[in-house]
């Protein structure tokens, strides 16, 4: 087993992963996948939240996924490290087919924060554009990282979860 160097602080970035499943052996999807994400190069993990149990949001007839969040300190830049989670969901046998949205899966991962930057570039924005709206994320991002303002929303994630009505998305 090869050790991989922790990242030296001089070009750490904090990066916060939206994680869901509601195909196959769900539980076991996110735990494959946060190894993965801590097994990254130059990047460890943070922290992972509790998984919990949401219903599906899009197309009828979806069972229930199961949601978590993690923290990671990485040096990748955010295009390298959206691609490595894209590359996760695939090993994870998830096809993304165009024009398909909200459907069931075996693995979503979603960048949803790295530091306090704004990027809006075709297929890469940060913070992700529904964080504000969606509780299966806020829920459990906000036991790990509470306190992390979203820009451009100027809110902290413990904040905009508060602001969710009761059954929020």
Do not use: C, K
């Not at 916060?16 to 190069?41: E, K, M, Q, V, Y």
């Not at 306090?116 to 964080?131: F, K, N, Q, Y």
């Not at 306190?147 to 059954?167: E, F, K, M, N, Y």
């Amino acid at each position: 087993m090869t050790h991989q160097p922790t990242p030296g602080p001089a070009h750490l970035h904090r990066a916060a992963i939206a994680l869901g499943a509601n195909l196959g052996d769900r539980a076991r999807a996110i735990d494959s996948a946060t190894a993965a994400i801590a097994a990254l190069p130059m990047t460890a993990l943070e922290a992972r939240s509790p998984v919990i149990e949401t219903d599906p949001v899009g197309p009828p007839g979806q069972g229930p996924y199961l949601n978590a969040a993690a923290t990671i300190r990485t040096s990748l830049a955010p295009r390298e490290l959206l691609d490595a989670l894209l590359a996760m969901e695939r090993a994870h046998g998830r096809i993304r087919a165009p024009g398909e949205r909200w459907g069931p899966r075996t693995l979503d991962l979603d960048l949803l924060l790295y530091d306090d930057r704004i990027i809006r570039e075709p297929g890469l924005e940060i913070p992700h554009p529904r964080l504000h709206e969606r509780a299966f994320v806020l829920i459990p991002l906000s036991s790990i990282a509470g306190d992390w303002i979203v820009p451009g929303l100027g809110l902290t994630v413990a904040q905009a979860r508060a602001r969710l009505p009761a059954a929020g998305g």
